[in-house]
């Protein structure tokens, strides 16, 4: 059986006989007895096995290493020890060796270690912890679309559109690489026209949207940025909702009730994860979590923002300034200042994205970024530019090809409608859940620059 179901309401299973398969996570042995620290990973639970010289094969069990696994079947029986209950084996199978330089010893391992054996850390207290956790998140974040209505839209991989508008993005050719010199002749290659990775899937899922009223988006994205930074990856996974008949407001009502939902939903069911970090990787963790479930989020424009940073007594490395984007010294500041996540609404135009619908000021877009304490920027999303010619007007100031994007100017063409949306990170969350500060650490592959292995 599985130590989850186990666990679940271990008393009923007292002096009854049970059969579990899994691990050596830990062994000592004794003159005439030992104890062996037993997972099955289908809990964060570790049960004690106890056995005695009693078994026929005593000898050979004294040996099993660490990393092995093994078979089970015992009494369920109170501990003697630390542990409530314990396991008392009557018969222990070895179902797969496990050699002494087996990677993953029971001691302390560095988190850059444990990358070079990325296949293997899943098996540490830690990557057991911080996976399952990403499991229960990703489940929460369907949940609270499913149960509201919203389609989940699996948005294309492969694309020819930037929504974003950096440009750093991973090309996908068929050509032989050994002979692209100079200019390429997309015409030849396998789509007819240069095609990328895609970097977020808000565009197409706008079309879905103007469907279906709610949608939402969670998969992969990748980013050719050339960065190192504990918060940059390569391939990271991003969640995108779009709602139609949906302006600013109702998105950050949204944004706001979608996080609360999550991190309690992670709370309520990972409880011995969210201990474990607490107490080993994030001091107060627990605590800073149950805050935000409880908080009012504070709603202030960028200008009053910029006010605030520029009349703090504080001495900048970065000196605040209007019309510009704030740094994470800012967003510290302005999360301290109130207590509390605090959306930032009304950004610049000029620092923002094409598709953000402009205010009538002219200066600003209705855009906006979630500001959470101990992590800054959390989610950023927008009331979309509903109005056709406004929209054009502002990729010709861009100089973007409008004829390629025809599609999604046809969206305002075609029964077009107020509609917002906003995009998260899911590896940004889940440092933020899990204190753990490395994107590295969050994701079970991570493609960095001059790193994918495995």
């Known amino acids: 059986m599985d130590l989850r179901d186990l666990f679940s309401d271990i008393k009923k299973f007292i002096n009854k006989e049970v059969t579990v398969e899994g691990w050596i996570r830990n062994h000592r042995d004794q003159k005439t007895f030992g104890f062996i620290d037993f997972s099955d990973g289908t809990t964060f639970k570790h049960l004690q096995v106890v056995y005695d010289d009693k078994l026929n094969n005593f000898q050979e069990i004294k040996k099993l290493l660490v990393g092995s696994a093994i078979q089970v079947k015992g009494i ?3 501990s003697k020890g630390n542990q409530e209950y314990e396991l008392l084996a009557k018969e ?6 496990c050699p002494e330089d087996y990677p993953i010893q029971p001691k302390r391992h560095t988190k850059e270690f444990l990358r070079e054996v990325a296949y293997l850390r899943p098996r540490t207290n830690l990557f057991q912890a911080v996976f399952r956790v990403r499991s229960i998140a990703a489940y929460a974040i369907h949940k609270y679309f499913q149960d509201r209505g919203y389609v989940y839209f699996h948005a294309p991989i492969i694309t020819a559109s930037d929504c974003e508008g950096a440009g750093e993005m991973f090309q996908v050719t068929t050509l032989p690489l050994d002979k692209l010199k100079g ?10 026209k240069m095609a990328n990775l895609t970097v977020s899937g808000q565009l197409e899922a706008e079309t879905f949207a103007m469907a279906f009223k709610k ?15 504990k918060t940059h990856a390569s391939e990271f996974w991003m969640i995108e909702p779009e709602i139609a008949f949906c302006d600013l407001a109702k998105d950050m009502d949204i944004m706001e009730d979608m996080l609360k939902y999550i991190v309690k939903y992670v709370l309520d ?3 011995l994860e969210i201990e474990f970090f607490d107490n080993f990787v994030e001091k107060g963790l627990k605590k800073k979590l149950e805050k935000l479930v409880s908080s009012k989020f504070i709603r202030i424009d960028h200008e009053e ?6 009349n703090a007594d504080v001495k900048w ?3 605040p300034k209007y019309g510009e984007d704030i740094a994470r010294e800012h967003e510290k500041y302005i999360t301290d200042y109130f207590d509390g996540p605090v959306f930032i609404k009304n950004w610049p135009k000029d620092i923002k994205a094409f598709y953000m619908k ?12 979630l500001e959470v304490p101990g992590a800054g920027e959390l989610m950023g999303g927008s009331e979309r530019e509903a109005d056709y010619d406004k929209l054009v007007n502002r990729m010709h100031e861009l100089n973007m090809d409008e004829k390629s994007m025809d599609w999604y100017l046809n969206l305002r063409r075609y029964g077009g409608c107020v509609h917002s949306g906003f995009g998260m990170g899911f590896e940004r969350l889940l440092i933020y859940l899990t204190g753990v500060d490395n994107i590295r650490d969050v994701i079970p592959y991570p493609r960095t620059p001059k790193n994918c292995e495995f």
């Open 76 to 78: 369920i029986v109170p």
């Open 92 to 97: 222990i199978i070895l179902l797969g060796a």
């Open 183 to 192: 200019k390429i002749d997309y015409n030849k290659d396998f789509f007819g």
């Open 215 to 229: 949608t939402y988006t969670f998969g992969p994205t990748f980013r050719a940025e050339n960065s190192n930074t």
């Open 269 to 271: 069911n990972a409880p």
């Open 305 to 310: 923002a910029i006010t605030i940073l520029k």
């Open 317 to 319: 490395e970065f000196e």
């Open 358 to 369: 402009q205010n009538d000021d002219g200066k600003t877009v209705a855009a906006v970024d």
